[in-house]
């Protein structure tokens, strides 16, 4: 257990070295994503034994897969259903966002939502996957929808959005790039209708 502790630490680590790497524009901040990337590869490399500079596992041009992000589905009193403000492009989103290393979806949904709304959340089901490929760039993503309850658990929304606000069906806001409103109505008629989908 221990072992498997250590190696899962080592992989987040990892995982947050690489994606300052990607996202970061600060140079020293990268210096320092870096110095962590190549020091926790090392570190995986004498405890698993094995060579990074050959193909392996965790080349993702090896064995390439999609990536799995999280939305949520969370409806009040009224029917109405919960919106977070992006900061960056001003527009609106069910909250939610990738899935990390090791993290389940579970995890994931009840993390997103209450660092994006500043609400707490228990799931009910599953409303749908969707292949999301085709309103990206490119990139393979499916998205795992979830029904959720709010629960009492409250704090003040993280830097990533604006505000979180509840919307009628009848006059939703403007939506990003990360939901398409073919999607968004898919998913809203699926969990009027207690379906679930999948693609």
């Known amino acids: 257990m221990k072992n498997k502790k250590y190696y899962e630490y080592l992989l987040k680590i990892q995982a947050i070295a690489k994606i300052g790497l990607l996202h970061s524009s600060d140079p020293y901040a990268l210096i320092n994503y870096k110095e962590i990337n190549d020091l926790s590869k090392k570190m995986l490399e004498e405890f698993m034994e094995i060579d990074f500079t050959r193909p392996n596992y965790f080349a993702r041009d090896v064995y390439p897969t999609p990536n799995i992000s999280v939305r949520a589905l969370v409806f009040n009193n009224k029917g109405h259903l919960l919106f977070v403000q992006e900061a960056d492009s001003k527009k609106y989103s069910l909250p939610g966002g990738w899935v990390d290393l090791y993290q389940s979806p579970k995890e994931a949904i009840i993390e997103e939502v209450l660092d994006e709304a500043g609400i707490g959340v228990e799931i009910e089901r599953l409303i749908g996957v969707l292949d999301h490929t085709n309103f990206t760039s490119g990139t393979p993503e499916f998205v ?10 409250k704090q003040k929304h993280g830097h990533e959005t604006i505000s979180a606000s509840y919307f009628p069906l009848d006059k939703l806001p403007p939506l990003s790039h990360k939901m398409h409103p073919s999607e968004l109505q898919r998913l809203i008629d699926a969990t009027i209708k207690k379906e679930v989908i999948y693609e």
């Open 144 to 153: 795992l929808a979830f029904l959720c309850i709010p629960t009492n658990v």
